[in-house]
């Protein structure tokens, strides 16, 4: 008989597309990632910003879905970076989107 024990695959989270600089004259830019979680899993978002001044990331408020629609940004928003953070309803291990940075201007 085989007694070889065999782990578990580790869930995993892949970002299929990540997230990209944007840059706006109009004062609308819409973040976006692609995310799959191996084994049925569901993906959960929270969307997160650093504006230019601060070293630190703060989740956004309601900002909870594959995308992030920003409207009336203006030229204080200029160098405002944002990530997603992505976690799983089955345990995989969280992933952080790249950072992206808006541009505002044309």
Known sequence: SDDTLVADAANTITLSTNNTDKTTSSGAATFAVVASVTNSG???????????????????????STNLALTGQTASNDGNQYRVKVNSDNGAPEVISAVATLTFGS
């Open 42 to 64: 569901t993906a959960t978002f929270q969307w997160q910003k650093r504006t230019s001044s601060s070293g630190r990331f703060s989740n956004v408020s309601g900002a909870t």
